[in-house]
């Protein structure tokens, strides 16, 4: 796997994780925290855990496939773009209508706080 897409499996595994965390075991959140989010190798959490790399490896694999199905059947992660996408859209209407600076300012204050809902 190159470079760029184990960052994108890495960006999209805390992004899911970020919506679906309480859903996983505990066992799961810590893995994947530790491997994804504090970047600890297979071997270190082995280690910590005294336990296979193997075994870590199939923990973090399984939950991974967790997130997606959770992802699958709920949909947040892509609601979640979807919403950015749409309110950085609307702010570039309003930037580029010839309202009032002052309303401007506002609408765009209101869009940062629906942004930045979670």
Do not use: C, P
């Amino acid at each position: 796997m190159s470079q760029e897409n184990r960052l994108e499996k890495t960006n999209r595994i805390n992004q899911l994780f970020d919506f679906y965390e309480l859903l996983l075991t505990e066992k799961q959140q810590t893995f994947l925290k530790y491997y994804f989010h504090d970047d600890f190798s297979l071997g270190e959490i082995a280690a910590e855990f005294e336990i296979s790399r193997q075994a870590v490896y199939e923990h973090i694999k399984r939950a991974e496939q967790v997130l997606e199905l959770y992802e699958e059947k709920l949909g947040l992660l892509k609601k979640h773009d979807r919403r950015m996408q749409e309110l950085e859209k609307l702010r570039g209407l309003v930037n580029a209508s010839s309202m009032e600076q002052d309303k401007k300012t506002s609408i765009n204050e209101i869009v940062d706080v629906l942004g930045a809902w979670e």
